[in-house]
């Protein structure tokens, strides 16, 4: 069993950057593919990144290419997403998910477990 406990969110300019952050209890984070969703009001929810359990590949959304970035610490048993660049079509509640695997993956379905969120607002 795994919980996931995201932080970070906030309200920022659109240009701006925030850095979420992803706390996982359970023993065995280490061997978690990690994940990174949002959702915005009205809207389905949708993969952003993700991450294998050795950090060594990593998947992202098209329109996030270039401007977040993924990462883990397995010590901390914690993921990051790395935000640049903000724009206010990103917006959303944002998700962090574990995933009972090596490899990143992208749809909702592959993953087991799953955080509240937290909220992400971009003025422009």
């Known amino acids: 069993q795994v919980q996931l406990v995201e932080s970070g969110g906030g309200l920022v300019q659109a240009g701006g950057s925030l850095r979420l952050s992803c706390a996982a209890s359970g023993r065995t984070f280490s061997v978690y593919a990690m994940g990174w969703f949002r959702q915005a009001p009205g809207k389905e929810r949708e993969f952003v990144a993700a991450?294998?359990?050795?950090?060594?590949?990593?998947r992202y959304t098209d329109s996030v290419k270039g401007r977040f970035t993924i990462s883990r610490d397995n010590a901390k048993k914690t993921v990051y997403l790395q935000m640049n660049g903000l724009k206010p079509e990103d917006t959303a509640v944002y998700y962090c998910?574990?995933?009972?695997?090596?490899?990143?993956?992208?749809?909702?379905?592959?993953?087991?477990?799953w955080g509240q969120g937290t909220q992400v607002a971009v003025s422009s």
């Open positions: 991450i294998s359990w050795t950090a060594g590949s990593t």
């Open positions: 998910a574990a995933r009972r695997a090596i490899l990143p993956a992208a749809t909702i379905r592959e993953y087991d477990y």
